[in-house]
């Protein structure tokens, strides 16, 4: 396909259903923030045209053409102009959708254009991927961050958002904090892209879910709601919103779980399964049928939930010979923080439950130490313990 034609794909598509539906011109006008319809169809006549709203361009296409979204705006961000600000947004769309052809692809183009501006972004964003692929360590692409001469605002402020990423993952909760705390302001200085704001906001707040406090996670979970750029994003938040209320309230989580669920079967997303395993945990949790257990799995999260679910028949010899099939010395320490917790459900003893909250602690999974924070304190766990445990 010529490539001309390829950049004009979205604009012809834009065009035939407005000729089709009576009104639709006025409509997209007020979804694209447009001032007039002439400044609607300039943009689609006139080829090299680009919205200066990204959100009004991704609201156009979801209003429009709620299924294809994602090949639409893949085929028609590999051929705007790498120095113009559609295209540098993009890294940050192709970043939050997991869409890394187009996040390397774009990285590239705008690595080799013109404006510096472009540029920058593209190596900042380069950074970030090489850690994705496993070409740099978390911390080798920090020190990578604080040697980089950045001249620009967004940049500035998205370096610090990686580098509190790849600090939550060399589990240093402490640097994460520091680092997030003088974000809010620069984020809030991001004027010209709207788009990149919201989204950096999603970003922040989807790891202070997992740091702070119940009330945190929750006050975080609305911010990302707000302000969630992609309904791969609302998922995650869905999805550990629902954690802080399994033990509070069956209803309020699952409602949670499910709408996450959606969206992960809508996106075909690889979340898919780690959603399911959650809805199993809540219903075992609550004495319910699991949804989706599988008997058959050698799988070591479809074992501990087999194994939950024997718990909770009061069939504990069944339970024991299923946690004795795993060997923890392979297992990662979100998974040996669950299988302590049902082996602590099993001897009651506190040590298992201790050996629990570490595990998670380990993972960076503190909402899930409330499990066994909850049966420590059943077993008359001293208070003060239980507050500096929760810390």
Not at 45 to 73: A, C, H, S, W, Y
Not at 331 to 352: A, N, P, T, V
């Amino acid at each position: 396909m010529d490539e001309r034609v390829q950049l004009n794909m979205l604009k012809q598509m834009l065009k035939n259903k407005i000729e089709l539906e009576k009104g639709l011109v006025n409509k997209l006008v007020n979804i694209s923030g447009l001032k007039s319809r002439s400044s609607l169809y300039k943009f689609l006549n006139e080829k090299d045209r680009e919205l200066d709203n990204f959100e009004g361009l991704l609201d156009m296409v979801r209003f429009t053409f709620p299924q294809q979204e994602f090949e639409i705006m893949d085929t028609y961000l590999r051929d705007v102009n790498p120095n113009g600000k559609t295209a540098r947004l993009s890294l940050e769309y192709a970043s939050v959708n997991r869409f890394n052809e187009l996040k390397m692809f774009m990285i590239e183009k705008l690595k080799d254009c013109q404006n510096a501006v472009s540029r920058e972004w593209a190596k900042t964003y380069e950074i970030d991927q090489q850690v994705m692929d496993g070409q740099l360590s978390p911390n080798e692409a920090n020190i990578m961050y604080d040697e980089l001469t950045l001249k620009t605002q967004e940049m500035k402020v998205v370096s610090k958002v990686f580098m509190i990423y790849n600090y939550f993952d060399m589990n240093m909760i402490d640097r994460c904090q520091q680092v997030a705390t003088f974000l809010e302001d620069g984020i809030a200085q991001i004027k010209k892209y709207s788009f990149l704001r919201k989204s950096l906001l999603c970003r922040i707040g989807l790891i202070n879910m997992h740091i702070g406090s119940r009330d945190e996670a929750i006050r975080n979970g609305n911010l990302v709601f707000d302000n969630a750029v992609s309904e791969l994003t609302k998922a995650v938040a869905y999805h550990n919103i629902s954690i802080v209320y399994i033990s509070e309230s069956y209803d309020v989580a699952y409602s949670y779980l499910t709408k996450a669920l959606e969206i992960y079967k809508k996106h075909n997303s690889s979340n898919i399964s780690s959603t399911k395993q959650t809805i199993n945990f809540l219903q075992n949790y609550w004495h319910k049928e699991p949804g989706f257990l599988d008997f058959t799995s050698n799988e070591t999260f479809d074992l501990h939930e087999i194994a939950f679910y024997y718990i909770q028949k009061n069939q504990n010899d069944n339970a024991v010979a299923i946690l004795d099939k795993i060997n923890l010395e392979k297992e990662s320490h979100f998974s040996k923080g669950f299988h302590y917790f049902y082996r602590g459900l099993i001897s009651q003893r506190r040590e298992d439950f201790f050996q629990s909250v570490i595990e998670f602690k380990y993972a960076n999974q503190k909402m899930y130490c409330h499990f066994p924070l909850l049966e420590l304190r059943k077993l008359g766990e001293d208070e003060l313990t239980l507050k500096v445990l929760e810390i």
